[in-house]
C-alpha cells in the first residue's frame, strides 16, 4: 500500500468514485450502504452483542460511517487507513462518530482480541497478493474468539467490474481477487465457518428485480462479493 496514491485522490474520491461507476446508474452511497446493511444482517443473525465494536480497515474518508450509524447505530466504529489525509477528511466530516486512526500499512495498531467484527469493503485489491495472508493473520489477532470478518471485493469474472476497475484512476494498480482464492486464503489463516456469496446483479434500471438477489447469492456474475467468516 502507498500512503502517498491514496493521498493524491483522498479530496476528489467520492466524485471520481460516482463518474467511474455511473453506468450502474447508482452512486457511491448505495454501494457503500449495501454492504454495511449485509453486515448488520451477519451480526443480528450472529449473536453478536448488541454494542460491537467494529473496525473498518482501510476507511478511507469514512465512507461507511454515516451507514453504520444507521444501520448497527449501536457499535463502536474504528476507522482504520494508511492516508492521513483521508483520515483528516473523514475526521472533519463525521465528527465524535467513529475514531479514526492512521497505521503504517504493516501492523495494525490494536491490541490482541479487541474487535468484534473487521470489516474490509474493497480494499484487499490495492494491496499485494504476497501480503494478503500477513493481515488476514493480523486481523484474526485483532478479533476477539466468537468474533467475525467481512470482506467484500470486486468480482473479476464480472465484465462491467473489471471494465469499472480498469478506467478508475485510484484503481490503476489494483489487483481483483478471485472469490474462492480469497476464501481459501481466509480458512488458512484459522477462521472458521467460511461463507461466500456473491452480490448486485442488477443496475439501476433494472432496481424493481433487486428483490430477486437474495436467492442469487450462490451464482458467482455478481459485481461484487463477500468472504464471511468467523474466529473459533
Known sequence: ???????????????????NIRLSGEGPEYFAE???ADVAALLAAGGFPTEPAILDFGAGVGTSVAHFRKHV???SLTCLDISNKSLEIGRATFAGEANFVHFD????PFPDNCFDLVF?????HHIAHAEHAHFLEEFHRVIRPGGGLVIFEHNPYNPLTVHAVNTCPFDENAVLLKPRQLAAAVRAARFADCM?????FFPHALRSLRRLEK??????IGAQYYVYARKS
Not at 493521498?7 to 476528489?12: H, N, Q, V, Y
Not at 500499512?105 to 495494525?108: A, N, P, V
Not at 474490509?120 to 484487499?124: F, G, S
Open 73 to 75: 447505530p449501536r457499535c
Open 215 to 220: 436467492s442469487l447469492k450462490w451464482l458467482p
Open 120 to 124: 474490509v469493503a474493497c480494499v484487499l
Open 196 to 200: 461466500l456469496r456473491y452480490r448486485i
Open 105 to 108: 500499512g504493516t501492523q495494525l
Open 34 to 36: 449495501y454492504k454495511v
Open 1 to 19: 500500500m502507498d500512503a502517498a496514491e491514496f493521498d493524491r485522490f483522498a479530496e476528489e474520491y467520492r466524485q471520481l468514485h460516482a463518474n
